[in-house]
């Protein structure tokens, strides 16, 4: 079945790394994305990762896959207090004809000054 | 730069009422998506169109929930009549094909709906 679970909250001070985890069920997963979403607004596409790829890197983004543990994980470098927000994370698959995304509940990244 | 826009941002209405939300979406782009988002969890899809055709529609309540999109362009999702349990947000996204390797959906501000 389709399942995506992540944890709850994240703190961290600013300046630090953050690392945002993501476990999915779906074996046939295609594609992996990260979501920002900023209070009362709608969501953000951060980053996504195809799933013949181990690693993808953009600026202050690191996406790591881990296709055997179906883990996926999101590291910020330098962490802002901009960063925060809630971020989701979300498949979807080739079994799927329509693009469906399938959601976490997402992680809600607190930034300390 | 193009946004996704909804309206309204805010409604209360009270249980067994009839409410009713407007999306449209970023131009020229085909394939637009309603989902709930219930306070803590993530989105999830009600219905998806291509163009003015549903091409997803599994997860919505049939029996209470509608959804149009007659010229292919804006949307509107009704809940006629609207439950204590369908109070969450009401998000519209758009994206420009229905399958892309990068099938960016865009996200609009979303409707906070509040059932009393």
């Known amino acids: 079945g389709e399942d995506v679970e992540q944890s709850l909250f994240l703190s961290v001070r600013e300046g630090d790394s953050s690392v945002i985890n993501c476990t999915y069920t779906d074996s046939s997963s295609t594609y992996l994305y990260w979501y920002k979403q900023e209070p009362g607004a709608g969501l953000q596409l951060l980053t996504y990762i195809f799933s013949n790829m181990d690693m993808k890197q953009d600026q202050r983004l690191t996406v790591l896959l881990n296709k055997k543990d179906k883990h996926l994980s999101l590291r910020i470098a330098d962490t802002q207090t901009g960063d925060s927000a809630i971020y989701f994370c979300?498949?979807?698959?080739?079994?799927?004809?329509?693009?469906?995304?399938?959601f976490g509940q997402g992680t809600t990244l607190q930034v300390k000054p | 730069e193009a946004e996704v826009a909804q309206s309204p941002r805010y409604k209360i209405t009270e249980k067994s009422q009839a409410v009713a939300f407007w999306c449209d979406p970023i131009?020229?782009?085909?394939?637009l998506y309603w989902y709930r988002q219930i306070l803590g969890q993530g989105p999830e899809l009600l219905v998806q169109f291509q163009d003015e055709s549903v091409v997803d529609d599994s997860q919505l309540p049939k029996d209470r929930f509608s959804a149009e999109r007659l010229k292919g362009v804006d949307s509107t999702l009704k809940i006629q009549p609207a439950e204590l349990g369908d109070s969450a947000m009401y998000l519209c996204?758009?994206?420009?094909?229905?399958?892309?390797?990068?099938?960016?959906?865009?996200f609009g501000p979303g409707t906070r709906l509040t059932v009393l």
């Open positions: 996204a758009s994206s420009l094909v229905l399958l892309a390797a990068d099938n960016e959906q865009f």
């Open positions: 979300a498949e979807t698959h080739s079994s799927s004809n329509t693009g469906k995304l399938i």
């Open positions: 131009s020229g782009h085909a394939t």
